[in-house]
């Protein structure tokens, strides 16, 4: 049984407004048979003509662009001196994430941890290779974030993946698996201990995220501790602003930064002659 999503959405980029189709499936049981989950496909479209410009791949390019995202939430809400990372999750996208921090902090070692992933030591291998830095398999989810001064949540697991006592004063969590309305990867504890709660979208977040919802519905955080990324990129809020703050950055993604980011690589791929082309 699987899950199909679509969205279409434009963006102005360049001065040209492109529309885009983004059809996404996901098929957990995949995985038993050497599949990867997800799958997603993007077609930029000609808005004068309706031609489609470009077809790509919507994993990679969903990947790229909630990696860099969270390097953006990094820069402002983890510490300066951020060096040890916790991983919980082996896929793709916590992949996409290690290396998006490691873009913005100088990093030292990664941990990472994941009941159910094959070739945990190849993988492993490939992160560190990519980042230059010591990667090493958890024994468990908890080994995985004590002591971590980042912690990333890129499971596909259906309930809560962390415990607020396993996060020290001046961790930064990362979340950006899981969720549905009833349903999503952070703790109740782990939220009510931070001084600051960041979503890419806020009221996306009170609407989509099980987490934030249910702490919400418990009082365990009020809607007005909300903040958007945005805000903080544009000096409207303020990010971390004490070495001991604990700061979450939940993000749930939208359709535009993937028409963001695959505007960009249609750009790049005209400009550089790279790329196939073809005819319908």
Not at 30 to 55: H, P
Not at 138 to 159: K, M, P, Q, V, W
Not at 270 to 275: H, Q
Request: proline fraction near 2%.
């Amino acid at each position: 049984m699987g899950i199909v999503m679509s969205t279409r959405v434009a963006i102005t980029a360049m001065g040209v407004v492109c529309p885009i189709g983004l059809s996404v499936t996901e098929f957990a049981a995949n995985k038993l048979i050497g599949l990867q989950s997800i799958y997603g496909l993007i077609v930029l479209l000609d808005t004068e003509t309706g031609q489609a410009l470009s077809i790509m791949d919507g994993r990679y390019i969903t990947n790229i662009r909630t990696g860099a995202a969270s390097a953006v939430a990094a820069k402002y809400l983890a510490r300066e001196d951020a060096a040890i990372v916790g991983v919980l999750g082996f896929g793709e996208q916590a992949f996409a994430q290690v290396v998006a921090m490691a873009a913005v902090r100088r990093l030292g070692s990664v941990r990472i941890y994941s009941p159910s992933a094959a070739e945990k030591g190849s993988r492993a291998k490939l992160f560190s290779d990519s980042i230059g830095v010591p990667v090493d398999i958890a024994e468990s989810a908890r080994a995985a974030c004590t002591d971590a001064d980042i912690i990333i949540l890129a499971t596909n697991h259906t309930g809560e993946v962390i415990d607020g006592d396993w996060v020290k004063p001046g961790a930064f969590v990362n979340a950006v698996g899981f969720h549905t309305k009833t349903s999503a990867e952070l703790d109740s504890k782990t939220l009510s201990k931070a001084q600051l709660i960041v979503c890419d979208e806020r009221a996306a977040a009170v609407r989509e995220s099980g987490d934030i919802i249910a702490a919400l519905a418990g009082g365990v955080i009020d809607q007005e501790q909300l903040i958007n990324l945005g805000d903080i990129v544009i000096g409207k809020e303020k990010g971390r602003t004490d070495p001991d703050q604990i700061t979450i950055y939940r993000s749930l993604g939208n359709a535009f930064q993937d028409l963001a980011t695959a505007s960009f690589v249609y750009r790049q791929a005209v400009a550089k002659g790279i790329g196939t082309e073809f005819s319908f």
